[in-house]
């Protein structure tokens, strides 16, 4: 089953490439095949490791602990730097392999490596910016606290960034001196095998990032280690709710990010063109799988010269690979949840504007749909409500700004939500009143950037509510160590003395 263009992935401990510890016991390993959307190709094998992997790539994590820990941060942020000039020399066959095994265009791929190139900036300016503080208390006492890291901590990751997703973790959690073990997604397991071996080659000591692959198994036996002491999840929101809440039984440290239904809502004095261009960039880009995507458009009164600059723009869109073309998704399953939203809305009174599933193909031929418009009448379509994750554009005009907020405010999820407007009064109206972390004025996709922090609220964010990336992954991956000194005997001195 394993050839030169179908390979078998392998788990990466302790700075090599190894098959699941099952594979030499009795070659019971089971492997999922791994497919390109965009033709259904299977392009290899993904192992499913079990808890015995898990126990041996975090027993590698805990050998490298103490000298990586040891480093100053300096040291490890020099190597980091390495490891910058890597990934930027590397960038476009990383990019290669984020279009191969995820679907994206090469630019919206080429991007997610880059923007993932941020957090490692971020990350080897820590000796600048992590530094910690001192005071002194009263006369001849001082407090002062350094930051330190936690041990081996753990980073599940989605499929819908192959790069851009694992790097919002690692970076900052091995230059504050913790050691990792990472879980791909099981659908596009290739692009951080090429990452570890950056990273090896940047000088970051073997052990001190591991790769496990597989599903489940592998994220529980994660949790339940007693030498993980943190967890960090990226990926829908019950998955990230049962990690969670796993995580809080055992009272380990965690911050799992969930889904989103993002909400953008257009004032009549919108600019017309840039928020039509904004809009169908934010729902078609990555085909739509993006957390911060745009799914839910609300007009205030009926806006119809921007509805159809919108359907203008999402019609000359064409399936492709190249800048501007859009992608596939990720898979058949895919494919089925996003048409079965389109129908069901159609079905109760929804006009589909533009209509995304003549691009459908067979299932041997690729996971194919394209940008879909869909303006609604009924408040209640599961449409409106779900995360569906695919190019889907759901339009609803409201009455009034309140009647906005309060659809807005009902949802469920918090990641994003923007307000397009050309005023400053009305966009500080919207902002303070949205039930969201991470808010737009006249932006598709509202994603903060280094070093500020990323993080929804409500059911898109679970956890110790440390956002990630920024000061907050900062703060996440390190505890404080506080520490009082008195060095000359004091008169009159207090109890504190
Ligand atoms: P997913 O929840 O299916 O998978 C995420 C990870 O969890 C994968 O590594 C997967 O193998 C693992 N997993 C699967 N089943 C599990 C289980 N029962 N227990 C523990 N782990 C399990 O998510 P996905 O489909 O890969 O990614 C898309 C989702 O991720 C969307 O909901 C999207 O909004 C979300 N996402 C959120 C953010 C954010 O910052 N909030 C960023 C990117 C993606």
Redesign the pocket.
């Known amino acids: 089953m394993f050839t030169e263009d179908q390979p078998r992935i392998r788990n990466w401990i302790n700075g090599q490439f190894v098959d699941p510890v099952s594979a030499s016991a009795d070659a019971a390993v089971q492997y999922l095949p791994v497919t390109s959307p965009f033709n259904a190709r299977v392009i290899g094998h993904v192992p499913l490791s079990t808890a015995a992997d898990v126990a041996q790539a975090v027993a590698s994590a805990k050998e490298a602990f103490p000298a990586w820990s040891n480093r100053t941060l300096k040291d490890r942020a020099g190597i980091l730097i390495r490891f910058h000039s890597l990934l930027t020399k590397h960038a476009d066959q990383l990019a290669d392999m984020v279009v191969l095994e995820h679907g994206k265009n090469k630019a919206e791929a080429l991007a997610s490596v880059l923007k993932g190139q941020e957090t490692v900036e971020y990350a080897l300016s820590l000796p600048q910016v992590a530094q910690g503080k001192i005071l002194e208390v009263s006369r001849g006492i001082s407090c002062y606290d350094t930051r330190v890291p936690l041990g081996v901590v753990a980073s599940?990751?989605?499929?819908?960034?192959p790069v851009m997703?694992p790097m919002l973790t690692l970076p900052i959690a091995i230059a504050m001196g913790n050691t990792m073990v990472l879980?791909?997604?099981?659908?596009v397991p290739f692009t951080m095998t090429k990452v570890v071996e950056l990273l090896k080659e940047a000088g970051v000591p073997d052990g001190v990032v591991n790769l496990v692959h597989?599903?489940?198994e592998p994220?529980?036996a994660l949790i339940d280690h007693p030498d993980v002491k943190a967890v960090t999840?990226?990926?829908?929101?019950h998955?990230?709710e049962?990690?969670s809440q796993r995580c809080h039984k055992l009272n380990k440290r965690v911050l799992a990010?969930?889904?989103?239904k993002n909400h953008m809502i257009s004032a009549p004095d919108c600019n017309i063109e840039m928020t039509s261009t904004d809009v169908v960039n934010s729902f078609s880009g990555c085909s739509g799988?993006?957390?911060m995507a745009a799914t839910v458009l609300l007009t205030i009164g009926h806006q119809q010269a921007l509805v159809d600059k919108i359907v203008a723009k999402a019609e000359a869109l064409r399936p492709g690979s190249l800048a501007g073309e859009v992608g596939p998704v990720i898979d058949q399953a895919s494919v089925d949840k996003i048409t079965r939203y389109i129908n069901e809305a159609e079905a109760s009174g929804a006009r589909i504007l533009v209509d995304g599933r003549p691009w459908t193909k067979s299932q041997s031929e690729g996971f194919w749909v394209g940008p879909t418009v869909i303006l609604h009448t009924n408040k209640q379509d599961p449409a409106l409500h779900d995360?569906i994750?695919g190019p889907v554009l759901s339009i609803l005009a409201v009455e009034t700004a309140e009647e906005a907020i309060a659809i807005e405010n009902a949802n469920p999820y918090g990641?994003a939500a923007c307000i397009y407007t050309n005023s400053g009064a009305t966009a500080d109206h919207f902002i303070k009143r949205f039930s969201a972390g991470m808010c737009g004025v006249n932006i598709g996709v509202a994603v903060p950037r280094e070093p500020f922090s990323?993080?929804?609220w409500n059911k898109?964010?679970f956890g110790n509510h440390c956002d990630?990336t920024g000061d907050g992954g900062v703060e996440f991956f390190s505890t404080r160590r506080k520490v009082t000194t008195k060095w000359v005997p004091q008169e009159n001195a207090s109890w504190m003395s």
């Open positions: 599940v990751v989605p499929f819908n960034f997703v879980k791909p997604s099981e659908k597989g599903t489940a994220v529980n999840f990226v990926g829908t929101s998955i990230a049962m990690v990010l969930g889904g989103a799988q993006r957390c995360e994750f990641n990323f993080g929804g898109s964010r990630i």
